[in-house]
């Protein structure tokens, strides 16, 4: 075994091969930086809206039923296209994904954030879906394939880890500062200066790798068919919470769904020369197990964020800035975590990890389901929330590094989109199941609208704890030290 640099920051000037076929300096310390401004920008803009929508509302004239699809325009076509957009970065190489996803995404932002009318607005946001279902599977792409040495993989992960954890956190405080301060506009207009430099920076350090064999042709009817049965399951499922689970508009939608990723499995298996997905990948022990847990962790995770956002402005009466700052413990947690947690994967492995960072995430998602209206954030949600970013940094690093190790560079880019994807699609699904408990709750309890929401939200956190308890049993299958 090669013995590994002491630090990421150091830089291995690998030799690696542009187009032209001219050698070129890799430094791994820009490739790392690169990767992971580009994932917090592409996490970041999952959450940062949430607190922006009543200005949304009031600015754009949304109705409160369509409003919805300021947040849905995004994580629908982010959640249905990963798997094709991990598929690009093999197919057009990971420099080519990357400057495509990144450049899109930039110029989604500058239309959505000077936008007019809600349709450009949801339009603007759709494409920054697109976009960011390229540049998620493009910047684990970039680690898999730079990081080779076991422990400096380990390493630039567990950075990635943290800071694509601490997103989705420190997006609620992002957007209730621009927000307050600025305008809403800003939530999206920020990501342009950032994108510019990413393209930049990206021109100059990312150079594709030579002499891998890519697939010469693109399976567009297996891209079109499991984006379109991805997207119409999320579609069916978002709905539920409005239409209801029998409703001829769910059960339509969920049926496209069902047809279409049937088709999927066929394309794959029997009529595509050049699959967009090999099944032999779930034959993997590391990777199959790697997507359950991330599927679940996505479930319970989106699922905190969402109800208690409603819980601390709702019940608490926080204002959007204070209830961003109640997340900074979780985010510190979850960085500090995941950035350090990594050096932990030799010595005690995997599964180990893995299980405790579940088990970790259960029993903070447990406490948190005890809120009521008489709660208090420093007795009632500051630890539950910190055992929440403990767990949940030790799962973000391994089950990515469980899910993308072992495999071959022509094969990161559909591995990764696979684990991506299947983070958001249980963050989707999740978070509908999650949503529907909350709502029942809440109809069937009396003694004050307080009372009645604090009982939805903390049902449907419980309900998130038993979803991270039974993973965590899966992470018992999870490869050990070896």
Sequence with gaps: MTTSRSSISDTDDRQTQTPEGKDTAAPTAAILAIACVAQFMVVLDVSIVNVALPSIRSGLGF??????????AYTVPFAGF????????????????????????TLASLLGGL???????????????????VVAPATLTLLATTFVDPAARARAFSVWGAVAGAGGAIG??????????LSWRWILLVNVPIGVVLVAAAVKFVTDLPALRRPRNVDLPGA????????????????????????????????????????FVIDQVRLSPEPLLSFSLFRVRPVWVANVLVFASGAALFGMFYFLTLYLQGVLGYSPIRAGLAYLPLAIALALTARFGARLVEPIGLRVLLT??????????????????????A??????????????GLVMTCATLAGTSGLPPERAGVASGLINATRQLGGALGLAVLATVSTNRI????????????????????????????AALFALLAPGRR
Aim: charged fraction near 5%; aromatic fraction near 6%.
């Design 443 to 470: 109809a069937h309890t009396s003694g004050g609208a307080a009372h009645a929401q604090a009982a939805g939200y903390s049902a449907a956190l419980a309900v998130g704890a038993a979803i991270a308890a039974v």
């Design 172 to 181: 609620a405080l992002a957007g209730g500062v621009l927000t307050e301060w």
């Design 82 to 105: 990963l798997l094709a957009g991990g598929r690009l970065a093999d197919l057009r190489g990971r420099r080519q994904a990357f400057l495509i996803g990144i450049t899109l995404f």
């Design 224 to 263: 079109l068919s499991v984006t379109v049965g991805t997207a119409a399951l999320v579609y069916a499922i978002i709905g539920t919470e409005q239409y209801g689970w029998t409703s001829a508009r769910t059960v339509i939608t969920a049926a496209v769904a069902v047809v279409a990723l049937i088709f």
């Design 356 to 377: 405790t960072g579940l088990v970790l995430t259960a029993a903070g998602l447990g406490l948190l389901g005890l809120l009521s209206d008489t709660s208090t954030y």
């Design 63 to 72: 109705t409160p039923a369509d409003l919805q699809w300021v947040v849905n």
């Design 379 to 392: 007795l009632g949600v500051l630890g539950p929330t910190i055992l929440v970013g403990v767990g949940q």
């Design 115 to 133: 936008a007019s009318n809600p349709e450009t607005l949801i339009a603007a946001r759709a494409v920054q879906g697109l976009a960011a279902a």
